[in-house]
C-alpha cells in the first residue's frame, strides 16, 4: 500500500557507504533535504555530515530536531553476530532513541537473508521470514524494530549486490586461477544502480512494509560464472545442474509498484561490467 510522499522530506541517512552515497544523490536529485549520519566517510556534495559510531551512544552528535524520514542503510565493521548485532539492532536503538521527538518514517534497508531456504522454489514478501543464519536473524529483529516506529516504515531486502567495486564473479572469471568456489546454491542478486534507484522509487512513491530488492532472474554463482566464461571466450555457456538448494525470491511486488529494472537479470549487468572492463583506459 502507497501514502502521498511528502514532496520534499528532511531526512536523516544513517550510513553513507557505495550504496547510501549514490541513494543520497537520488534523494537529492528529487528535492529532499539530506543529513548523512556516517563513521569516516565524506557523503556526496549537497549532503550534511555528521560523525559519530550508532553502536556508541555517546559517540552520537546531536541530530536534526525535525526529521522526516530514517534511511538506514549500514555496512557491519565484520561478518560476526556481534558487529551484525551493533550495527543493525544496537545501533538503530541508539538513533530511534536520539529522534524519539521526530518519530519520523523508517526505511531500513534489509536483506534476502532474512528468508529460509526454499530447496530451490519461490519466495515473495508473504513468505514467512524464518533465518536459518545470524546474519538473517539479526536483519529480521532489526527489521521489528523499525516496523514498531512508524506504521509507515519501509523494510528493503536486498538480493547480493553487485556492480561496479562489487564484481567479484567477475573478476573470478577474468582470473582462471582463482580459487574462487562457485555455489550452486540459487540465489538472488541486484545491480548496485537498480538497488539506490528503487530505494528512490518507492519513497517517492510513499510505498509501505515490506519490498524485496532483486532482478528478474534467480542463478546460482555457478551459472553465472559458466555464463561469463563463455562470454569472455565466444563459446557457449556450459549447462549447470539445476540447484535443488536456495530460493527464487520474487520482484514482482516492487515491478507492480512501477519500478523499471536498468538491468532486469544479472545478464545485462554483467555485460555492462565486461564492456567497463575492457574500454581503453585513459593515459
Not at 510522499?5 to 537520488?26: N, P
Amino acid at each position: 500500500m502507497a501514502d502521498t510522499a511528502k514532496a520534499s522530506e528532511r531526512i536523516l541517512l544513517v550510513g553513507c557507504g557505495d550504496l547510501g552515497a549514490r541513494i543520497g544523490v537520488g534523494l537529492l536529485a528529487a528535492g529532499h533535504q539530506l543529513t548523512a549520519l556516517t563513521r569516516r566517510r565524506q557523503p556526496p556534495v549537497g549532503v550534511v555530515a555528521l560523525h559519530g559510531d550508532v553502536g556508541r551512544a555517546e559517540t552520537l552528535p546531536t541530530l536534526p530536531a525535525s526529521i522526516d524520514r530514517l534511511i538506514y542503510v549500514l555496512t557491519p565493521a565484520a561478518r560476526t553476530a556481534e558487529a551484525y548485532q551493533l550495527a543493525y539492532v544496537t545501533g538503530l536503538r541508539h538513533v530511534l532513541a536520539a529522534l524519539a521527538p521526530c518519530r519520523p518514517r523508517v526505511t531500513f534497508i534489509s536483506s534476502t537473508a532474512v528468508y529460509a531456504d526454499a530447496a530451490g522454489g519461490g519466495v515473495d514478501e508473504t513468505t514467512p521470514a524464518r533465518p536459518e543464519a545470524f546474519n538473517g536473524q539479526v536483519m529480521l529483529a532489526a527489521e521489528q524494530l523499525a516496523a514498531a516506529a512508524h506504521a509507515d516504515s519501509l523494510c528493503l531486502r536486498l538480493g547480493g549486490i553487485y556492480g561496479p567495486g562489487h564484481d567479484h564473479l567477475l573478476q573470478a572469471a577474468l582470473a582462471p586461477s582463482s580459487r574462487l568456489s562457485a555455489s550452486s546454491i540459487i540465489s538472488n542478486r541486484i545491480h548496485i544502480d537498480d538497488a539506490a534507484a528503487a530505494v528512490c522509487h518507492l519513497i517517492a512513491g510513499g510505498h509501505r512494509g515490506v519490498f524485496n530488492i532483486v532482478d528478474s532472474e534467480p542463478a546460482s554463482s555457478a551459472q553465472v560464472l559458466a555464463w561469463l566464461a563463455a562470454e569472455l571466450t565466444g563459446s557457449v555457456a556450459e549447462p549447470v545442474t539445476p540447484p535443488q538448494q536456495g530460493r527464487r525470491i520474487s520482484n514482482q511486488r516492487l515491478l507492480e509498484s512501477g519500478f523499471d529494472l536498468r538491468y532486469r537479470s544479472w545478464r545485462e549487468g554483467y555485460r555492462a561490467l565486461l564492456e567497463a572492463s575492457q574500454r581503453p583506459r585513459p593515459c
